[in-house]
């Protein structure tokens, strides 16, 4: 079985960079694209990386995204963090007909 | 610009149904797949289903293969997101979202784009 793993929460300070990891298990991260998405209590869920490391248009330069072959992962960078990037982030991708989602991390920006 | 935008939120008893609404706009609503998907509290996000705006044909998560119905109206660029036999741990909140497709060559990449606002289902007595 496919999975992806997060961490359940990471925090840090304004102004800071934080990196997000989701690790694959049971295939191949770089098999399919991963996309990353950002789901704030009473906000529109975005999509802030897809394609492994495309931002789409509106999203800030300060989201990144990148694949690891060697530690079978894909990472979240966020730099400049701000307190409206306090937010649940999950990775995604697919394999075997499915989309597989990681169970999500919370981010905390205090 | 492109959205998605949801019917508003419903309270149900168990055992009845719960229908979701998610109306498209600004892109050719037949172009693009759009999937439903929910997080319950303290969940993580789950996919229930599929359906291709063009002919109408769907594929349903093993989990709720037989509870869900998705359907369209092309007339009015809506999508719908019927689930029957309401339990408590429906409760959750329901997002349609549509499928991203790379730039220029229209190929799925098997991701989400642009999500519906949200739409809280709560199932209670």
């Known amino acids: 079985n496919f999975m992806l793993t997060q961490p359940h929460s990471v925090s840090e300070s304004p102004g800071k960079t934080v990196t997000i990891s989701c690790t694959a298990s049971g295939g191949n991260i770089a098999s399919n694209y991963v996309q990353w998405y950002q789901l704030r209590p009473g906000s529109v869920p975005t999509t802030v990386i897809f394609e492994d490391d495309q931002r789409p248009s509106g999203v800030p330069d300060r989201f990144s995204g990148s694949i690891d072959s060697s530690s079978n992962s894909a990472s979240l960078v966020i730099t400049g963090l701000r307190t409206e990037d306090e937010a649940d982030y999950y990775c995604q991708s697919f394999h075997s007909s499915d989309l597989v989602f990681g169970g999500g991390t919370k981010l905390t920006v205090l | 610009q492109v959205q998605l935008v949801q019917s508003g939120a419903e309270v149900k008893k168990p055992g009845a149904s719960v229908k979701v609404s998610c109306k498209a706009s600004g892109y050719s609503f037949t172009s693009y797949y759009i999937h439903w998907l929910r997080r319950a509290p303290g969940q993580g996000l789950e996919c229930m289903g599929i359906?291709?705006?063009?002919?109408?044909?769907?594929t349903y998560a093993p989990k709720f293969q037989g509870r869900v119905t998705l359907t369209r109206d092309k007339s009015t660029s809506t999508v719908y997101m019927e689930l029957n036999s309401l339990r408590s741990d429906d409760t959750a909140l329901y997002y349609c979202?549509?499928?991203?497709?790379?730039?220029?060559?229209?190929?799925?990449?098997?991701?989400?784009?642009?999500w519906g606002q949200g739409t809280t289902v709560t199932v209670s007595s």
């Open positions: 979202a549509r499928e991203g497709q790379h730039a220029g060559t229209g190929t799925t990449y098997y991701g989400m784009d642009v």
């Open positions: 359906i291709n705006p063009t002919g109408g044909t769907t």
